[in-house]
Structures are given as structure tokens and as C-alpha cells.
């Protein structure tokens, strides 16, 4: 069950984010954004596919419970005792109006509505929302929100466009969208993360899965906030050029974005650290971790980062292939820049484990 959650959370963000920039196109004017077409049957399947997908963390939990109380039992009090379970009758229902509104080409401030009201049934499911409810419940669902927002109008544009007209007047209005998102995004995120690891024991962190992931998911973040200065900055200089096209760059960058939607996928699937030696003594740390050190941990009360030179010189050839995104752009290459990208994290991941001493 453990390795289906990832794909499902993966799911729940994508379709999330397929209707959420979907919502959002429409209340743009048309001579301000690229025009898209995507076929009422896939936004239909894509409100589907979020009742689904929601049943994800709801599986896990019943498989977890059911060999203590049974399977009955389990699924009574999953769906009427835990949050996850009320917030997917919840979901359910808005999903269920918001298929119907999609069908009957209903006012697209009602779509606006119910996919906010989802929103909040997504923030009050949430791990952090059932330590702290009303912290958990708005710091997740603007998170949410922010992601969605952000990655569906880019998917729309990348994906569904069929012309490049507007580009220019998309971007203007696009970018600083793009960069108010990031920012809430970003504080958000730091909030929703000190209820997972304190910044202080962020980097004992990594001798965990929780951490090996949260680790791979910033890491991931840097190509992308790379991959939307080319296209905020860089591309709209260059769309006086009869030969540019910005959409591959677009696509590029949604790829990275889909890369961080399943590690966070993974992520839901771990447990958080919230006690990083209990964890470790009780669940064990990473077994890639024992495995790239060589060693058997124990405790991470001594873990702390030392950069050596190997280390140096492999975050050193990280930076060089973050550059080589630059290249990558005067070359007219988006692919050639994703490659980098994939270097660039990997690079960096490496390093950091080599720096990282128990």
C-alpha cells in the first residue's frame, strides 16, 4: 500500500492544479493569455480523479488500523473520526457540485468557489492542521493554493496552448503572479515545516526518509525558481525574436514542479520527525543513508555538516550546471536545460551527504 501513496498524492496535486489554472485562465481577459484548449471530458475526469486520488492517505490509514479492530471498524472510524476521513466527505460532496457546474457550464466564480472550498477541506486534512487546527488549516490550504495556482496556469500555457500570440501580455501580468505565489508559498511552507522539524534540527533531519525527502524537495525547488527567471526575465526580452518560442521553457520548468509534486507525494507516506532520536530509535533511519556512509546510526545527537573538499568541489560542479541552464537557454535547448537541472540536483545531493558527518 505504502508505494501507491506517493502516486496518488502526485495525482491529487495535478488535478488540483489542472482545475485550479483552469479557474484562473478564465478570469483572464482573452487578448491577455495565450489561448488554450482543454476538452470539458478531462476537466470532468480531473474532478473524478481528485475524489479518488483524496482516497490515498484514507487507505493507508485503514490498512494501518484494520489489524487491531478489523476492516469494518477501521473504515467506521476512519470516515467519522479522523479528519482525513471527514475531509474526503467533504471533498466528495464539492467535487460531486463542482462536476455538475463543469457540466452544465455553470458561472465560473461557482467553479471559483467550490474548488476554494476543496482547498480548505485539503488544509483541514492535513497533518499539521490536526496538531494545530486553525495554524494548520490556513498556512496549509494558502500553501496549497499558492502551488496550484502557480503550476496549473503554467501547465495550461505549456501544455494546452495552441499559439503563441499574448505571450508578451501573459508574462507581464504572469511574472509578478508568479513571484507573489512563490512568496507565499514560501512562507507558508517555512511555517508548515517547523511543525514538522525545527529549523535547528533541520539538517539531523536528513538521517531520516522524512528528511532525505524534504532535503530533495528544496534541493528541487532551485531549478525551477532558475527555470522562472528565464521565463519571467530572459524569455520576455527575447519575444521581439520571430524564432522564440517560450512555451518548451514553460514546459521545462513544469517538469521540475512535477518532480517536487512526488517527492511531496513520498513524503506523506513518511513520518514526520517531530522527535528526530525517539524517530531513529524507534523506526531506524535511512537505509541510503547508512548505505552512502558506511556506517550503522544510531543516535544523531553529533550530526552536523563538515564540507570537506570533495564535497566542496561537487557543489562547486553543481552551481557550474546551474549555469549551464544559462547556456542551455542561448542555445535554444529547453531539454539540454532540464538535463542540467536533473545534474544540478543529484550533484548537490551528493555533496551535501558527503559533507554530512555522524
Not at 221 to 244: D, E, M, Q, W, Y
Amino acid at each position: 500500500m505504502g508505494f501507491l501513496i506517493p502516486f496518488f498524492e502526485f495525482g491529487n496535486y495535478l488535478m488540483y492544479s489542472i482545475l485550479v489554472g483552469h479557474v484562473a485562465l478564465l478570469l483572464v481577459p482573452d487578448d491577455r493569455k495565450p489561448q488554450t484548449q482543454i476538452a470539458k471530458p478531462f476537466l470532468l475526469l480531473s474532478t473524478l480523479g481528485i475524489i479518488i486520488f483524496t482516497l490515498g492517505p484514507i487507505l493507508q490509514t485503514i490498512y494501518y488500523f484494520k489489524g487491531g479492530v478489523g476492516l469494518a471498524i477501521a473504515i467506521e472510524a476512519v470516515f467519522t473520526d479522523f479528519q482525513v476521513g471527514r475531509a474526503w466527505i467533504f471533498i466528495g460532496f464539492m467535487g460531486t457540485f463542482l462536476w455538475m457546474a463543469i457540466q452544465l457550464n455553470a458561472s465560473k466564480y461557482l467553479h471559483a468557489i467550490l474548488l476554494l472550498l476543496m482547498i480548505l477541506g485539503v488544509g483541514y486534512s492535513s497533518h499539521v492542521a490536526s496538531l494545530s487546527f486553525w495554524t494548520g488549516l490556513f498556512s496549509h490550504s494558502l500553501h496549497f493554493l499558492m502551488v496550484t495556482l502557480w503550476t496549473g496556469i503554467l501547465l495550461h500555457v505549456a501544455w494546452f496552448s495552441k499559439e503563441e500570440l499574448n505571450w508578451g501580455k501573459f508574462l507581464r501580468w504572469f511574472t509578478p503572479v508568479a513571484l507573489v505565489s512563490l512568496l507565499f508559498i514560501f512562507i507558508s511552507g517555512f511555517i508548515l515545516m517547523i511543525y514538522m522539524v525545527e529549523p535547528k534540527d533541520y539538517v539531523r533531519a536528513w538521517v531520516l526518509p522524512y528528511g532525505q525527502m524534504l532535503l530533495l524537495k528544496h534541493i528541487s525547488i532551485i531549478p525551477v525558481l532558475f527555470f522562472a527567471i528565464i521565463n519571467g526575465v530572459l524569455a520576455r526580452k527575447s519575444l521581439t525574436l520571430p524564432s522564440f518560442n517560450p512555451r518548451p521553457w514553460i514546459r521545462g520548468e513544469s517538469i521540475f514542479i512535477l518532480i517536487i509534486f512526488y517527492v511531496t507525494g513520498v513524503m506523506g507516506t513518511l513520518s514526520p520527525p517531530h522527535e528526530i532520536e525517539f524517530t531513529v530509535r524507534s523506526e531506524g533511519p535511512s537505509k541510503w543513508v547508512e548505505w552512502f556512509l558506511e556506517k550503522n546510526i544510531t543516535t544523531t545527537l553529533t550530526t552536523h555538516l563538515a564540507p570537506n573538499l570533495q564535497s566542496v568541489l561537487l557543489m562547486v560542479v553543481s552551481f557550474l550546471f546551474l549555469m549551464m541552464i544559462l547556456l542551455s537557454f542561448k542555445k535554444v535547448n529547453p531539454l539540454l536545460g532540464v538535463l542540467f537541472g536533473v545534474c544540478f540536483i543529484v550533484v548537490l545531493y551528493i555533496g551535501f551527504m558527503f559533507s554530512l558527518t555522524i
